[in-house]
Structures are given as structure tokens and as C-alpha cells.
């Protein structure tokens, strides 16, 4: 595609549900990153995916989140039973490696939990 | 871990008038990225770093890395509203093998 898709752009959900939020990287790059950014925040790095590697989960924040690849190319990222303190927005971004080309990001997953 | 630390903040200009974010890291660094992320929108790339005491310049924004490549600065001469953002640099290389972002500086910029 043009550029990294994320949807949904808005999610509601209620506290204790299950939420998965998607990222369509672009085509090609074998780099994966979730962020997390809360209001007026800087950018939490969640999970990162470089290629047929184990990802690095170092910075799921608790054993609620998780997230996959598969094929080496959409990811999933999944919180179950949110909390109101979940509510952010949700970045994923993609690049051609993980550490030394341009990154680029969807236009992010405003979650909401009440 | 690696502490990457952005100075200052936040930042309120006048239009005109210059600025400028340090980012500083507590180990060596390979390589460092610098973002914007204008308010409501998402970061994009503005420049990467590789080289000690390299200095590229985007119009009237000027970035610098350290020769120790421990410390990068982003310098804006004579600001414009569009400016509005927040300025993220993202290091990689020490203890780090991942694409991580400093805390950020929030400019404003009163006409």
C-alpha cells in the first residue's frame, strides 16, 4: 500500500473487554513497532518485529497485551480486559530494517476504554 | 537501560525567533533519527545522523551529533507557526537494538 494502514481509527470499548487493533505495514518493510502515546505524551515502545526473528516484547507493560505478525507482514495487537488507564492512542510503524532507515507510521488507533 | 533525555520540554517562541532541542544519551549511540510530530498527527522522519560531529542542514533546520556521538541538537533559525510540534529524536546503537524515542520537546510558537 501507500503507506502503513492502521484501523480502527477510533475504538470505544467498555472496561473489561477485549480490543485488537491492526497495522497494515508497508509492503516490503521487514520492520514492526507498536507504540503507545498517551495525551501529551512521548511515544512508550511496545513490541518490535524485525523479519522471521522473535520479537522483542520487552515493552508490553503487562501479560494483558500481546501482538503477532503473521506472514511477515499485518500485526495484531491485542489487550484484553482493558482499563481505563489503556486509553491512548496506538502507533504502529514500519521500515525497510529495524534501525537504520526511515520509519513510518499509520495514523494511529485512538483507544478509548470507559 | 539507555536513558535518552530531550531539554527542554516545552518551548513558547515568538515567530522569529530561534530554538533548539538537545537529545543526550548515556551510552554511544550508531545512529540518531530526529521526528516531528505536529499536534493531532502522527511522527514523521526528518533526518538521520550516522557520523560523529555530522552536521545537516533542511532549509532553516540545522542537526548536529556529537563528536562522542552521545548527544544530538536540532536547531530551528527563525521559527514559523508551522513549526508547531513535537520534536522526538530516536537513538539506536548501545544498549539498545530497536528504534526508541526520546521524551520530546513540545514547541509552540505565537505569531
Known amino acids: 500500500g501507500a503507506g502503513v494502514s492502521q484501523s480502527p481509527s477510533n475504538k470505544v470499548t467498555e472496561k473489561g473487554k477485549d480490543v485488537e487493533l491492526r497495522c497494515d505495514p508497508i509492503?516490503?518493510?521487514?520492520?514492526l513497532y507498536w507504540y503507545r502515546q498517551s495525551l501529551g505524551q512521548g511515544l512508550e515502545f511496545l513490541i518490535y518485529?524485525?523479519?522471521?526473528?522473535?520479537?522483542?516484547k520487552s515493552g508490553l507493560p503487562s501479560d494483558r497485551f500481546s501482538a503477532e505478525r503473521t506472514g511477515g507482514s499485518v500485526s495484531t495487537l491485542t489487550i484484553q480486559r482493558t482499563q481505563q488507564e489503556d486509553s491512548a492512542v496506538y502507533l504502529c510503524?514500519?521500515?525497510?530494517?529495524?534501525?537504520?532507515?526511515?520509519?513510518?507510521f499509520g495514523q494511529g488507533t485512538r483507544l478509548t476504554v470507559v | 537501560g539507555q536513558q535518552v533525555m530531550q531539554i527542554p520540554q516545552y518551548q513558547h517562541v515568538q515567530e522569529g525567533e530561534d530554538f533548539t532541542t538537545y537529545c543526550n544519551s548515556s551510552?554511544?549511540?550508531?545512529?540518531i533519527q530526529w521526528y516531528k510530530q505536529r499536534p493531532g498527527g502522527h511522527p514523521v522522519f526528518l533526518i538521520q545522523?550516522?557520523?560523529?560531529?555530522e552536521v545537516k542542514k533542511q532549509k532553516r533546520l540545522t542537526f548536529q551529533f556529537g563528536e562522542a556521538k552521545k548527544n544530538s541538537s536540532l536547531h530551528i533559525t527563525a521559527t514559523q507557526t508551522t513549526d508547531v510540534g513535537t520534536y522526538f529524536c530516536?537513538?539506536?546503537?548501545?544498549?539498545?537494538?530497536?528504534?526508541?524515542f526520546g521524551t520530546g520537546t513540545l514547541l509552540a510558537v505565537q505569531p
Open positions: 530516536a537513538p539506536y546503537g548501545g544498549a539498545t537494538n530497536k528504534l526508541i
Open positions: 510503524a514500519s521500515s525497510f530494517t529495524g534501525h537504520n532507515t526511515e520509519a513510518f
Open positions: 518485529f524485525q523479519g522471521n526473528s522473535a520479537p522483542d
Open positions: 551510552t554511544t549511540l550508531s545512529n
Open positions: 545522523l550516522v557520523k560523529s560531529g
Open positions: 509492503s516490503g518493510h521487514t520492520a
